[in-house]
């Protein structure tokens, strides 16, 4: 019986230390404590003794488990490790880790992520937003743009380049804007709402391209030279990199520079012989200064001993001769300007390379860099703003729209999709608002973006296509009214740009997340590189025994939280969201254990299993978009009124997480391995569900109801009320239909007779003849009605506009 609750005693120490992350002397201690009262009592012998010096004394003498231990694993760890190319580790060294790192090690503190701070805009970004984004939206004709002149019209370029659209990143000392990550994401928000074509122009100087790579790398001469005139809109910026044969794998760009004497200016001057094809360059078509991207050759040996120094950016004015520039791709009707260019034997001095002749070969690690920041803004700040807009849109139009006599927002069909794009619209603004606060923060958060990217662009497509279906045919329709097509047409782009989202999910999620956000893996790889051996050795078995305690740990936690339902974890909050933080910590637990076993079990083999890397992105991805969601409820003072927004949001985050672990344990290569990890994780099976009916309804109800909720979530949006734009104009409407309905109610009451709810004019004459309504609430009704008639409006054309479209844009 003693010894029965010796080992029970036993077990419960092993899990606790393990669950508290003690450190291995201390576990060693305490188990010795454990024995020696075990002798006290008679029940641990002298083999019991001797066993336990066999484990405990190696393990813990430095010199001997380095030598038997750690060694020898070291030397399996460098067979079976990933082998990494030079831009794959330029990739995974590029950027920084925040909270997403605390969410893939099992524990995350969710005070410190209520204590990050809420980003705020400053003065000077708040009356850039009320003043010139306000204007140009104002600008705007959208069907104009993309139907009849496929750009921008002239003004409002002018407009953009008067204002610095273009120069939001770049430093007040050069003439820039200097906004903060937080207020490029409102302003490319309120723009995308309008116009994509508009969203598109503006953001992409402001992202990756030769402003960023000048202000990041570029020389003081470049930097003096280029950077006012990009602010003042005098040099019209595009980057290349993608070739026809490099899409996706960028690193492979088969364009090429020889480096060379030759003449410049009629000087002779050393330079390189470049070649290049590229595609799909954004304002390339316009552009005055070419960013290029290519692999640079020395062959005599002119710079450096190395002939191949690798990915280099160099900017190229576009008026050299030898350059082909202007031709345009037509990407999806939404006509920004894309396009080729071609270079053969360009030559131009090496002071071309963005940093000078010091930054030949940087290349990738400078463009990794910054799209660890790029990615983060504008794709999803641009499908952030298309989605609140349009949830807005869609939510008044479900209201004013009626069928079977009721508003058709109010038919439960309906309501499912309309709840999916209400929440997504407050989600995906927290996301925003959490991953440009990070970057405020001096982050540059590379997995973060990749995250942000991918889901926010994602959810833009799907919830573009529910506010089609619920438009119906006024969506279908095009014409200047349609305020939905575009947005459906061209949500493709952004899902393809920057990293194309199937490879996004596949491989760069977690494939960069395990690594960077994993405490110990970063540090074995290292020591596995290392070529001193005593060093590496060291580094190895520090890292090895850190992740050991780990890898227990996490297991710990997840046969704990498991057996408890979690219910005992902590929560910041007792309220509604208190579960939330419970699973989520839950989850968090489960992912760390998962990746652990995933990586020990397939080794290099992961990189190659992208199933199993994107089912575990998705956890972290679904984890990270959860928290922000919480975040943004916490800082904007936990209104109730929000709260339908967010427990659809999270439970659908929660729900997802416990998909994707079912599929990855469902599939896991090895089924031994799969059950057991069902054991831990699911002992009573899967047991959350989707968002419930009740929750959904609350959600499409808030939608279709003006009020402090729904206009929390179109904050920023452009929803001004001056008659010609399409948005500000449906708000009206929806308030009119609202306020209208009880003096049609009183009408039909009066005359005990169920008049339709159309002609409201007519229902207006009946209540002033009968004396049942006044002037004033007459004249509401018609008001209504004209509103009404204009929401539910398609435009047509004459038949010879139709044949037209075919030649046009
Ligand atoms: C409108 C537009 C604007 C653009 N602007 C620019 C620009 O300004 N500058 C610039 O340099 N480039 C630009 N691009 C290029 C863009 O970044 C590429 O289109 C993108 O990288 C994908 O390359 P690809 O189209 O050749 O597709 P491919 O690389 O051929 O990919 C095809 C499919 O395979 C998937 N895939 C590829 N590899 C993997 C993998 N390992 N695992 C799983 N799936 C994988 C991809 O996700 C994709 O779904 C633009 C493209 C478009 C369409």
Known sequence: MDIIIWLIVALTLTWFMSYTRASLSSFTLCFAALMALGSLFNIIGIVSWLLFAVIA????????????????????????????????????????????????????????????????????????????????????????????????????WQFLKENKFFAMIIKKQYGGLEFSAYAQSRVLQKLTGVSSVLASTVGVPNSLGPGELLQEYGTKEQQDYYLPRLAKGEEIPCFALTSPEAGSDAGSIPDYGVICHGQFNGEDVLGMKLTWDKRYITLAPIATVLGLAFKLQDPDNLLSEQEDLGITCA?????????????????????????????????????????????????????????????????????TGGVKTAALATGAYSRIRRQFKMPIGKMEGIEEPLARIGANAYLMDAVTTMSTGAIDLGEKPSVISAIAKYHLTEKMRSSIIDAMDIHGGKGICMGPNNYLARGYQGAPIAVTVEGANILTRSMIIYGQGAIRCHPYVLAELEAANNSDNEQALNDFDHALFGHIGFSLSNISRSLWCSITGSRFLGSPYDDGTRRYYQLLTRFSANLAMLSDISMLSLGADLKRKERISARLGDVLSQLYLASATLKRYNDEGRNTADLPLVQWAVEDCLYNIQHAIDELISNFPNKIVGKLLRVIIFPLGTWLKKPNDEISHKVAQLLQTPGSARTRLGQGQYLTRDGNNIFGRLEQVLEDIISCEPIYEKVCRELNKKLPFYHLDKVAELGLTNNIISKVEAELLTTAEVGRQWVIAVDDFDSKDMTAFSGSA
């Open 315 to 383: 900017l190229i004015p576009t008026d050299i001769e030898g350059i082909t520039i202007g031709r345009r791709h037509f990407p999806l009707n939404v006509p920004f300007q894309n396009g080729p260019t071609q270079g053969k034997d360009v030559f131009v001095p090496l002071d071309f390379i963005i940093g000078g002749s010091d930054m030949a070969g940087q290349g990738w690690r400078m463009l990794v860099e910054c799209l660890s920041v790029g990615r983060a803004i504008t794709l999803p700040s641009n499908s």
């Open 57 to 156: 004394l190696p393990i813990n003498i430095d010199n001997i488990r380095q030598q038997f231990i750690s060694m020898p694993l070291l030397a399996i760890f460098k067979k079976i490790m990933p082998q990494m190319s030079s831009t794959e580790q330029e990739a995974i060294d590029a950027g920084t880790t925040w909270f997403d790192a605390d969410l893939f090690r099992g524990d995350p503190d969710w005070l410190k992520l209520h204590n990050y701070p809420r980003p705020r805009l400053s003065s000077q970004e708040k009356a850039f937003l009320d003043g010139p984004v306000e204007q140009v939206c104002a600008m705007v004709n959208d069907w104009y743009i993309t139907h009849e002149i496929a750009d921008l019209p002239p003004e409002i």
